[in-house]
Nanobody, 126 residues
């Protein structure tokens, strides 16, 4: 069992920055994957980025490249999503997810993740 807890959401002006945190408790595998997804009102959930729990690789969606970065604190089982140059279209509920395997080419698929956090709201005002 793995439990995920996100924090760091809030409201920010366009062009601003936010850092989200996701703490994994329980028994996350060192060969697994942790990711961020987001869901805007009325939209499907969208993959943002993912990182292997051993830190060896990361994978970014096109929407995240250049503005978002992922960092991890392995000792704390925590990943961070640093979001810069935020836009109103980044407004969404951001959720952390954990999967027990890193499978090349499949990191953006929701079904690869067994555990999900409750999500944290990010609102970007124009």
């Amino acid at each position: 069992q793995v439990q995920l807890a996100e924090s760091g959401g809030g409201m920010v002006q366009a062009g601003g920055s936010l850092r989200l945190s996701c703490v994994a408790s329980g028994r996350p595998s060192t060969n697994g994957v942790m990711a961020w997804f987001r869901q805007a009102p009325g939209q499907e959930r969208e993959f943002v980025l993912a990182t292997r729990t051993n830190g060896a690789s990361s994978y970014y969606s096109d929407s995240a490249k250049g503005r978002f970065t992922i960092a991890r604190d392995r000792a704390k089982n925590t990943i961070y999503l640093q979001m810069n140059s935020l836009k109103p279209e980044d407004t969404a509920v951001y959720s952390c997810a954990y999967g027990s395997r890193w499978v090349v080419g499949r990191m953006a698929l929701e079904r690869e993740y067994e555990y999900w956090g409750q999500g944290t709201q990010v609102t970007v005002a124009a």
